[in-house]
């Protein structure tokens, strides 16, 4: 089945554990101010002089002979004393420390008889360093040398023909240097175009503050990049979710880019003091390993959003895609935040997700940021997705009463910025499930048109296209969205879309291999269980389907499945015992009408589904979407209620 009918029925996103909450935004209001850069030219490593012994050579420290002289005593010098306190005090993350270290011979000292990796630097001298990599490139120096000769030449003595010709040799020298220390330098400052770059992943960004409690800014500042970048047609961008399981990887940047299928990466760090907030970034082309870019930005928290938006503009400028002056217009739309509603933001975005409770304390953050800042649209995108998120079977709330609300804070979202792709998202999955199909096209083009890279909208397009029985378009569709983002949109999204589509057996390889790698997937066992009652084996579809079970903790949407297939398995009394168990749960709990259907359609009892097809009308039920097109519904499909039913949701 597709995503919608597996969250919605299942519980499948609770289950899964995902703690993304909702998708990233795009655009945001402008703010005056540009932010602080420290500039840093792409060199080149260094060649180590002939004499010169590796920093690991034991022979390249102090000998202890006092016939030889030793270098400047550093002893008063107090160290820094492991790559940590070195990539804070060269304000870099980790990775790229050690990347200057061993490409660019920044000092980094070893202990020889300690442990491996127990390493050590000097304030100063790495001081020297980076002042150093900031000088003028040698080209430029040979430039000037040169010109030094002309002068020379020129204060010699009087001009005779001699002094001409000599003069002349030179300054066709001068001019043949100048031409090679501008294409070196046009080469180095346009790297970018060398290798086009036409698709990037913005990795995690590390939190260097040295508080754990700061983790969730550098999540936010990880997901603006990537949603502001995401709006740019001309270049794929993989989404937060599929990033984020990345950030605690030991893989090298071209093992992740293979992963990705991107040809480059952004790494970074944030540090924040007080007030204040410092963004570094860094491009690395995917797969040479090579870092051709990095700029570091400095503001006073409440730009924050400028910040953002002068890192985005700043990358779009490196890789150099072409951008209209709408997407420009979106890239670089900033406005001041007081710090205590963006932390409050923050919170509710990034806070865990897992459990009724969890999303009720989010949405108590998105709350106190718009009590505090009313017009702050992301907050409103934030509450109309955890309500989203709330009106799940898995969760318990009844979903038509968390629609209005998502209705209610989509729209005050759009009414102050209509530029924001998710909350275009979020409507059209309520309009979809409220049966307004041409208002839920309208916002899920409208929401692809601002962000083309959003994978799972083309996942929730193609579904919208599968309830309109346009079968071929929905595979199409999804399978597009995965070619965007091969994490987001998983082979469980495209089974499930291919189960509707009634292609069983590209639906089961797809199900089938995303077992093989992950065996506990609830999505995956979920939609082969559909898939394998759809090809009449139902009693191999059980042990997928009790699996299914156990993993979402017996949500509703697992139990109905599985009580499908024992009862085509011809196991009737166990059909019947997890009929009994929904019943029972019904009293004390909401149990969504569209639980009943498909167990009374594999028992024969198509009265008592006719039944619960009527209180699912009446609670706009999800699987009701799916009237069209879902296989199981096929024994019904000539009864005139069945028909009835088609015409009153829109579909018929």
Request: aromatic fraction near 8%; proline fraction near 5%.
């Amino acid at each position: 089945m597709c995503r919608k009918h597996a969250v919605s029925e299942a519980g499948q996103q609770a289950a899964k554990g995902r703690n993304d909450g909702a998708r990233p935004n795009t655009a945001y209001l402008r703010c005056a101010g540009a932010a602080v850069r420290i500039r840093h030219l792409h060199l080149r490593r260094p060649q180590r002089r002939e004499n010169e012994r590796p920093m690991d050579d034991p022979s390249a420290f102090p000998s202890s002979d006092p016939s030889v002289p030793e270098p400047s005593d550093k002893s008063a010098e107090p160290s820094l004393d492991s790559w940590k306190e070195i990539a804070v005090y060269v304000k870099r993350d980790i990775t790229t420390a050690q990347r200057w270290e061993k490409r660019e011979d920044m000092p980094v000292h070893r202990h020889v008889h300690d442990k491996r990796g127990s390493v050590y630097a000097f304030r100063s001298e790495l001081d020297a360093w980076l002042r150093g990599r900031a000088l003028r490139m040698e080209e430029e120096e040979k430039v000037g040398l040169a010109e030094a000769a002309v002068d020379a030449n020129a204060d010699a003595g009087p001009e005779t023909p001699r002094t001409r010709l000599r003069l002349s040799v030179v300054g066709a020298a001068v001019l043949a240097l100048l031409a090679i220390g501008y294409v070196t330098i046009q080469k180095r400052a346009g790297d970018a175009t060398q290798f086009k770059i036409k698709s990037l992943a913005v990795l995690p960004l590390k939190n260097l503050s040295g508080d754990p409690t700061q983790e969730y800014l550098a999540d936010g500042m990880t997901e603006a990049l990537i949603g502001r970048l995401s709006g740019i047609h001309d270049l794929r961008v993989i989404s937060h979710t599929s990033v984020m399981r990345f950030k605690t990887t030991q893989l090298s940047v071209p093992e992740i880019a293979k992963t990705l299928q991107v040809d480059a990466l952004v790494e970074g760090s944030v540090i924040r003091e007080g007030d204040r907030i410092r963004v570094n970034a860094q491009l690395i082309r995917a797969e040479t390993d090579e870092h051709f870019w990095s700029e570091a930005y400095d503001r006073e928290l409440r730009d924050v959003l400028g910040l953002q938006s002068d890192v985005a503009d700043s990358i779009a400028q490196k890789v150099m895609v072409t951008i209209t002056g709408e997407e420009r217009a979106r890239l670089i739309a900033a406005r001041p935040v007081s710090p205590e509603v963006y932390e409050s933001y923050l919170k509710g975005r990034f806070g865990r997700k897992n459990s009724k409770a969890e999303i009720e304390e989010s949405i108590a953050y998105f709350e106190e940021a718009i009590r505090r800042d009313p017009a702050f649209a992301p907050a409103y995108v934030g509450l109309a997705a955890a309500h989203t998120n709330l009106g799940t079977v898995f969760v318990g709330a009844p979903a038509e009463e968390e629609r209005a609300k998502v209705l209610s804070a989509a729209r005050k979202a759009l009414e102050l910025d209509s530029q924001l792709a998710e909350a275009h998202v979020l409507l059209a999955d309520v309009y979809q499930e409220r049966w307004q199909w041409s208002d839920a096209e309208t916002e899920y083009k409208r929401a692809l048109e601002l962000n083309p890279n959003d994978a799972a909208a083309h996942l929730e397009f193609a579904g919208w296209l599968s309830c309109q029985g346009r079968a071929d378009e929905s595979v199409a569709w999804a399978r597009r969205g995965r070619e965007l983002d091969p994490i987001a949109v998983s082979g469980a999204d495209v089974g499930g879309i291919l189960f509707m589509a009634r292609r069983y057996d590209e639906a089961s390889r797809e199900l089938r291999s995303l077992l093989a790698g992950e065996p506990s997937d609830l999505s995956a066992l979920w939609n082969l269980g559909f898939v394998l009652i759809g090809e009449g084996k139902p009693e191999e579809a059980i042990p997928f389907l009790e699996k299914a079970a156990l993993v979402s903790s017996r949500s509703p949407g697992s139990i109905e499945v599985l009580a499908m297939a024992y009862a085509r398995a011809g196991r009737r009394p166990e059909a019947l015992r997890l009929v009994s168990e929904l019943k029972r749960r019904r009293q004390k709990a909401y149990v969504p009408a569209g639980a009943f259907i498909n167990p009374y359609l594999g028992l024969g009892d198509y009265d008592e589904a006719f039944a619960e097809f009527e209180r699912a009308y009446q609670e706009k039920s999800n699987i009701l979407q799916f009237l069209k097109v879902h296989p199981f519904f096929d024994p019904v499909r000539d009864d005139p209620r069945f028909k009835s039913l088609l015409h009153r949701v829109g579909l018929d």
